[in-house]
């Protein structure tokens, strides 16, 4: 038998009513890739923690989230890093 897979992956996280959010996947057994910005994450980091120690995964999605398609090749870089760095304050935490 091979079973069939979905992958959900949920954009702009942590959000205000994350852990509502992530609390009826979870009822479900349910895992998610969370794409979060760098600032959501320092502003919720305590929901971004909650997030890895239930299993879920944190992607990146810039820091602040401009128009990527607007902003200059060096500016995508450091929102890109940004984000990497504000992940890395998360692993961290745990
Ligand atoms: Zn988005």
């Known amino acids: 038998m091979n079973p069939k897979r979905a992958y959900l992956t ?10 509502e959010k992530m609390g009826v996947l ?6 998610a890739l969370w794409f979060c ?3 959501a994450i320092e502003r919720q ?3 971004a923690v909650h997030a890895i120690r ?3 995964a ?3 999605h810039s820091f602040d989230h401009p128009r990527f398609s607007e902003v200059s090749l060096s500016e ?7 984000t ?3 992940r890395k304050d998360v692993a961290c935490a745990l």
């Open 10 to 19: 949920i954009d702009d996280g942590p959000a205000a009513n994350f852990r």
């Open 26 to 31: 979870d009822e479900r057994d349910i895992w």
């Open 37 to 39: 910005t760098g600032a």
């Open 45 to 47: 980091m305590d929901d």
């Open 54 to 56: 239930k299993g879920h």
């Open 58 to 60: 944190l992607g990146n």
């Open 76 to 82: 995508a870089r450091r929102q890109i890093e940004e």
């Open 84 to 86: 990497v760095r504000s």
